[in-house]
């Protein structure tokens, strides 16, 4: 297969499921395999290509991020409670992932931890959404200081490849009493400065992995994630507004069983 068709199917897999509850790492590193491409390899390229999706944030939401940050200079009180959110939910992963880095690097390789993960998940989501009595939030501004903490914390578990971000901390702010659309909104912006710290961690890491030739295959992927992350957000609110987050979670559990199957028999 062409590497100029790989970089647009894995820009395709990132950009489905950046922000959605099943894992966009996890799904990475599946195709990867079923690609029959060395993970390791590719891992630093999956790495690269998710500021597309990064950029998809804030174009949707650029009204609203500029609110904020004229807000915060102006000392208004809804801009600086909801910085300082998005600050401490995004604390947690500093530290951890500056602690367990190399550890969690190592599981970037492992599709069967991928698989997993992504049945455990699956069946975890089916829990929140079963007990979970979440409440009009007023959004993200409005949530307390324990609570983004907490989604912080929560957001840590899914360093481990099969998790979902997204997925954790959506289900821990509904855990938490979050309604839906505040949950997910505040795991979409919290993917800014999350996302951006890592891939500038791991590109700095691994530059070295990085040719001239990899620029224009990571633009590709960048720019093609970018247009479906783009699409994927705008209709995600709708449908888990409408349906849940139950449909994220059977299909979880079913691409896990089966990619474990798979694994197990190749």
């Not at 190592?106 to 959404?129: C, T």
């Not at 903490?149 to 998790?163: D, F, K, R, T």
Request: a positive charge.
């Amino acid at each position: 297969m062409s590497l100029w068709l790989t970089a647009i199917i894995l820009g395709i897999v990132e950009g489905l499921t950046e922000f959605l509850p099943v894992s966009s790492t996890g799904h990475l590193i599946l195709a990867t395999e079923l690609l029959g491409y060395d993970a390791a390899r590719w891992a630093v390229f999956n790495i690269a290509i998710q500021p597309g999706a990064i950029l998809a944030i804030v174009v949707l939401y650029r009204r609203l991020f500029r609110e904020m940050i004229v807000g915060f200079f102006r000392r208004d009180p809804v801009a600086i409670a909801f910085v300082r959110n998005l600050l401490l939910a995004f604390l947690p992963a500093v530290v951890l992932g500056l602690a367990f880095g190399d550890y969690i690097e190592a599981l970037l390789e492992n599709a069967v931890v991928v698989a997993w993960a992504l049945v455990i998940g699956g069946f975890a989501i089916l829990l929140v959404e079963r007990f979970a009595k979440p409440v009009d939030s007023g959004g993200v501004a409005a949530l307390t200081t324990r609570q983004s903490i907490i989604v912080g914390l929560v957001q840590c578990i899914a360093m481990i490849p099969g998790v979902s971000r997204s997925g954790a901390t959506i289900m821990g702010a509904m855990a938490l009493g979050i309604d839906r659309k505040t949950a997910a909104e505040f795991s979409f912006f919290l993917a800014l400065p999350t996302l951006t710290g890592a891939t500038v961690l791991q590109l700095a890491k691994h530059h070295d992995a990085i040719t001239r030739n990899d620029l224009g295959l990571i633009a590709l992927g960048a720019f093609v994630s970018f247009i479906v992350a783009w699409a994927v957000i705008k209709a995600f609110l709708a449908v888990v507004t409408r349906y849940g987050f139950g449909p994220f979670a059977w299909y979880r559990i079913i691409v896990g069983a089966a990619a474990l199957v798979w694994l197990a028999l190749r």
